[in-house]
């Protein structure tokens, strides 16, 4: 990675430690500043791609993307967590419909925000706090936020310098590029592929999630169920 | 083709720097809900690669993988949230550090040290409306540190 | 008529199957019954080896020269091949199977034995149904006395050395289960392992002969593995043929040790290798047979039940020694000094332990020193190396066998009288409570006395007449020689100087060596023969003649045994009477030479003593009128002292016993007797007077030093003195107590000692290390989720780092 991408993950990982819960206001306020000024880094120096509308595109979706994501891990209150985590995914969508893969955008959007983090927020409402808790506010041990920073820091350089080989051109590419481009047809393709080549895993899914679903039924009965069981001989 | 390459390095960093920030988040947030979004969050940060990947392969297998992902996800959010409300309902509490009933004998518990005072009051704080029964704690629950 | 392969099959087979009849529903099922399988089983053996006897009688007419053998193979065994390279001199070495069959002879040797073991088993057995009513381990005796007689059957009917040892393993492992029978009594368990502990050491050294056996001959058959009959009678017929001994050298794996053709061709290996293989099967028969100085054992083992002690302590498993150094009397043919040696220890035994059973007191003890010392008789006779002397001492063993029976039983009863009191000096006179006992006792003293015509008299007699002749014919040789001049070295190659009854090969030191020796062994054997009558007669008179005592253990009815008892006791009397009387009958001149001794003549058909070396020496055929003159002049001489002594007053025993205690010497060397002295208390008084004090104490003072040190060896006799070597029975416990076990037990604690502290801390500290490691990394389990989280991160960062 060059230069430019290494003070980006410096800014980045110092922006993190700042922001992340355990902290001033103040200091979160620069943390956001850094971590911003880190993305901007790293994406700035990340080599250009096509056509300079395109290129737009992708870093505003990036900068949306990965910020949000700092933001998410950074919000005390899980309420907003989670809606900069729908944020995060919006910018997830984007760059995937950019990717020409617009079914699982959409998809995505649909489940992720539209199903997942809808009950999200319906559990922090069932879990309301009153007042401000504690272990929103503290990681769980002395050093256990800039070891584990420090770690995801270093995480982030392996995985960069691991994609190195990408740019270098080393992995032989299975066809063109040229098939997906074709938007009309996107949809009847991923359609065709999916209910022929991968109909058995289609199916072994729905079981899954008919599976998950009883699950986790069952578990809030059985939950309930001991409850009440243990409250018999104190009534 | 270098073109497809550099595009592809251009998401797999993005994809990885998700990646890295959910699991940053993963080790250092206790927040049960939090945690869980964390994980989500580094399933997206795969998926930004299986995507980025399969266009440069020029085959459909990367969002093959990045569909069945997003239904195995929507399983665990529902299985996963069933069981934080469950342990929710046991503790009143959404803290992972809460349960660690599997330490080493004699190993003392996990206990808060120098709990932040209240610095920023003006602070502001989401209200949602609460939803659902109000939870009777478990009476048995402050006693379950000192179990082992 | 009966297919005698049958019948040697069954004798054992019947025994061992009482044994596990007996074991395995004895304890739940017999109960009270278990005599009765055993009773049967030994019994049906007993008459299995008549008829086997009578068999062997009669093939043994129609047999080939170099004597009567038949060889029933059972089954294989083991089968090594290329086991050992063997190379013989001149021979190019060459692979040699080791092949062990499970292999039973007929023989004389071998139905004489049965018979003799069978009929005293079952006498005993028989015995025991009334000795040892109501105990606690009823079924464990009779399994345990069945297992034996099964052991002891095998023992001296197999036909090989390698199952040899694993059935005089198995009867002393049987000797050990009945020594140690009552094993709840300390002494019982610790008798039982002393006898095992010494029996080791013997099986120790036949081990060892064992294995020169095999690197020397190259197989361990008795027998030949080839057609047998038809090779030896070719070869008695040109036994000096040379390319018999080729043949039989060339093909080192198919003659047997102790084959006929081995015999025939004299292929046994003399000199060095020839002697420590005798020396070491003497080692192995000392163990067993109680020998000087294995013969500690013995005496201990009557801890055990009296039955155990009549059947395998006096009559059966003892001989198991004589039996198998007369079985390969062809290796101590070979080997003129092993005979000696045998001579020698049969004859310091059989003194050695006469001179303790004079004055021992258990009535058992005296009988069980009084079985040492006639196995020693024995030895003395297998050691003559003629076949007189052999079959004499099978004769000897096999009517020691009846009377030494008899008198043991006859102890069991006045023991089963008496409450199981066994010390002569707490009963007597017992001979009008138990008649019946006292008449079979008195004719088992008798025979063990000596006294003619019973069976004791003609056995022992022929033992003497064997050294006797022994001695006579070196006489005669190293008198050839003189006669002639000049040495040995070339009396093998000169026929005219060929000597006497195979002497010709031995040097003149040897001769004059063997004269010694045998000279002395003969009076030796001779003052034996006085022991025996005196302390035989001894235990008699104390225990039922002299004034009426029964010791209150008795709880006052002392009462003549049952008849289950007394049956035996008057078999096995009847046995003693006649058994010498029947067999020998050297006295009668008018029978033919060889027909006088029949016992003798039977025995003398076994392959080992037909043919060979022993064939030519000179055979149980005449009567020694001065031998037997004066043997039973000695015995009667033992048998009057003893009336004399002790019948009636006791005072002259009394004396006897204070002057061989030495007291007389004790007394005189008391020193302070002196001051008492009144001339020296008057010098005393002058020397004070004269205001000497000082000077008349220090004078005292040192002459009582000077006397103490001149004195110091006469003290020694206070300890050593005559009474007491025999009382404490020569110090040979205390002797191997402190120099054997005591060494042996501190080596064994130093070492343990080193194993519990350097070797165990040296385990104990690899065993902290893990537990030490874990107790650093069990802080890292604190239970808490992202604590995990991170340290699988950090193990991915690891495995990713490496991949780059």
């Known amino acids: 990675m060059s230069g430019g991408g290494t003070w980006g993950l410096i800014l980045l990982v110092t922006g993190l430690f700042l922001a992340i819960p355990h902290s001033t206001r103040r200091t979160r306020n620069a943390g956001g500043l850094l971590i911003t000024a880190g993305i901007v880094s790293i994406l700035y120096a990340l080599p250009r791609f096509g056509p300079w509308f395109e290129q737009l595109v992708f870093w505003a979706l990036a900068l949306l993307t990965v910020g949000a994501s700092a933001a998410a891990i950074s919000m005390r209150s899980p309420v907003y967590a989670a809606i900069w985590f729908a944020v995060s995914l919006l910018g997830t969508a984007g760059l995937l419909v950019q990717q020409h893969a617009q079914f699982v955008g959409v998809a995505t959007m649909v489940v992720y925000a539209g199903a997942i983090v809808v009950t999200f927020l319906f559990v922090v409402m069932l879990a309301q706090p009153e007042g401000h808790e504690t272990h929103d506010r503290l990681s769980w041990g002395r050093l256990a936020k800039p070891a584990s920073i420090l770690a995801g820091g270093t995480l982030m350089a392996l995985l960069g310098s691991a994609c190195g080989a990408v740019l270098n051109g080393d992995i032989p590419r299975a066809g063109d590029g040229q098939s997906l481009l074709d938007d009309s047809s996107e949809l009847a393709r991923l359609g065709n592929e999916l209910f022929s080549v991968h109909l058995l895993a289609v199916e072994l899914v729905g079981t899954l999630l008919l599976v998950a679903l009883v699950g986790a039924i069952a578990l809030m009965i059985h939950g309930r169920e001991r409850r009440a069981t243990r409250e018999v001989p104190d009534a | 083709m270098p073109e497809a390459s550099q595009q592809l390095f251009n998401y797999l960093i993005v994809g990885g720097l998700v990646f890295a920030l959910g699991t940053i988040g993963f080790i250092v947030r206790r927040n049960l809900i939090v945690m869980f979004l964390c994980a989500e969050m580094m399933l997206q940060g795969v998926s930004i690669s299986l995507v980025g990947w399969g266009r440069y392969h020029d085959r459909l297998g990367g969002q093959m993988l990045v569909l069945f992902m997003i239904a195995v996800a929507a399983c665990e959010a529902g299985v996963a949230l069933a069981l934080i409300v469950m342990l929710y309902q046991k503790s009143g509490k959404l803290d992972v550090t809460f349960w660690q009933g599997v330490r080493e004998e004699g190993r003392a518990a996990f206990v808060d040290r120098n709990v932040p005072r209240e610095l920023d009051r003006e602070d502001h704080w989401p209200r949602l409306t609460p939803a659902g029964i109000e939870p009777t704690l478990d009476e048995e629950a402050p006693l379950h540190r000192s179990r082992v | 008529m009966f297919a005698i392969e049958k019948l040697i099959l069954w004798i054992p087979a019947l025994p061992l199957l009482a044994a596990l009849i007996t074991a395995l529903l004895g304890p739940k099922f017999l109960r009270s019954t278990c005599h009765i399988p055993a009773i049967i089983g030994i019994g049906a053996s007993f008459l299995f080896s008549l008829l086997l006897l009578t068999e062997v009688r009669r093939e043994q007419d129609a047999a080939p020269p170099g004597g009567f053998e038949r060889i029933v193979t059972v089954w294989n065994w083991a089968n090594l091949n290329d086991a050992y390279e063997h190379a013989e001199a001149a021979q190019p070495p060459r692979a040699v199977p080791l092949r062990i069959d499970v292999v039973m002879r007929i023989d004389a040797l071998t139905s004489m034995m049965l018979c003799m073991v069978t009929s005293v088993a079952t006498l005993v057995a028989v015995f025991a149904a009334g000795y040892m009513h109501g105990d606690r381990g009823y079924w464990r005796f009779f ?271 006045v023991m089963h009288a008496m409450g199981n009191v066994i010390d002569m000096r707490r009963f007597g006179g017992l001979r009008r409570i138990m008649p019946i006992t006292y008449g079979t006792f008195l004719i088992g003293s008798l025979a063990l006395a000596g006294v003619p015509p019973l069976a004791g008299f003609w056995s022992k007699d022929a033992v003497l007449g064997a050294v006797h002749d022994k001695l006579h014919l070196y006489e005669q040789q190293i008198e050839l020689r003189h006669a002639q001049g000049g040495g040995a070295a070339d009396a093998t190659t000169d026929p005219a100087r060929a000597g006497i009854g195979g002497l010709e090969t031995l040097t003149d030191g040897q001769l004059v060596c063997g004269i010694q020796a045998y000279g002395w062994l003969y009076y030796a054997a001779t003052l034996t023969a006085f022991l025996t009558a005196f302390y035989t007669l001894r235990a008699l ?264």
């Open chain 3, 143 to 413: 399994s345990y006395v069945s297992l034996f007689v099964f052991s002891m059957t095998m023992l001296v009917s197999v036909s090989n050395f390698a199952l040899l040892f694993v059935f005089w393993e198995a009867v002393g492992v049987c000797s050990y289960l009945l020594i140690g029978f009552w094993y709840e009594k300390p002494e019982a368990a610790a008798a039982g392992k002393k006898a095992f502990l010494v029996n080791r050491v013997g099986d120790f050294g036949f081990a060892l002969a064992l294995f020169l056996i095999w690197t020397t001959y190259g197989t361990l058959d008795f027998h030949d593995s080839q057609s047998v009959d038809s090779i030896a009678s070719n070869a008695t017929a040109v036994a000096a043929d040379d390319s018999l001994i080729a043949a039989s050298v060339a093909n080192p794996g198919t003659s047997g040790v102790l084959g006929k053709a081995r015999i025939a061709s004299g292929g046994y290996v003399g000199g060095a290798v020839g002697f420590v293989i005798c020396a070491l099967l003497l080692l192995g028969a000392c163990g067993k047979s109680a020998q000087f100085p294995l013969h500690v054992w013995l005496p201990d083992a009557m801890e055990g039940p009296t039955p155990v002690s009549a059947l395998i302590h006096a009559a059966t498993m003892v001989t198991a020694g004589v039996y198998m150094v007369a079985r390969c009397t062809p290796l101590f043919m070979a080997s003129p000094d092993a005979q000696v040696l045998v001579s020698c220890v049969g004859g310091l035994t059989a003194l050695l332990a006469g001179l303790i059973a004079l004055t021992q007191w258990d009535l058992k003890r005296v009988l069980a020193y009084s079985t040492v010392s006639q196995l020693g008789f024995m030895f003395l006779g297998l050691g003559t190396g003629s076949l007189a002397g052999i079959t004499a001492a099978m004769f000897h063993l096999f009517t020691h066998a009846f009377f030494k029976a008899v008198l043991f039983l006859g102890a069991g009863s």
């Open chain 3, 541 to 804: 008179l104390l225990t039922f003649h002299g004034t009426e005592r029964v010791p209150h253990e008795a709880h006052g009815h002392a009462h003549e045994s049952p008849a289950s008892m007394t049956f035996p006791l008057m078999v096995l009397a009847a046995a003693a009477c006649i058994a010498g009387l029947f067999f020998d009958q050297t006295y009668n001149a008018s029978l033919p030479s060889g027909q006088r001794h029949s016992f003798a003549a039977f025995l003398a058909s076994a392959p080992q003593l037909a043919a060979g070396a022993v064939g030519k020496t000179p055979a149980l055929d005449s009567f020694h009128l001065s031998v037997a003159a004066t043997s039973v002049l000695v015995s009667l001489a033992g048998i009057g002292l003893a009336m004399y002594l002790y019948l009636g007053d006791t005072r002259e025993v009394r004396v006897l016993t204070s002057l061989f205690n030495l007291d007389g010497v004790v007394q005189s060397l008391d020193v302070r007797r002196v001051f008492r002295w009144r001339w020296v208390a008057a010098l005393d008084r002058m020397a004070r007077r004269a205001g000497l004090g000082l000077v008349a104490t220090v004078t005292g003072y040192l002459l009582g030093a000077v006397l103490i040190v001149v004195s110091a060896p006469l003290l020694v006799a206070m300890y050593v003195s005559p009474y007491r070597l025999s009382q404490r029975k020569f110090y040979f416990d205390e002797l191997y107590d402190w120099g054997i076990v005591r060494p042996l037990r501190g080596f064994s604690r130093l070492l343990a000692s080193a194993d519990r502290w350097l070797i165990d801390s040296l385990v104990n500290f690899v065993g902290a290390v893990p537990p030490a490691i874990g107790a650093v990394c069990r802080r890292m389990q604190t239970g808490l989720v992202p604590f995990y989280a991170l340290a699988m991160l950090l193990a991915m960062l690891l495995l990713l780092a490496s991949q780059l």
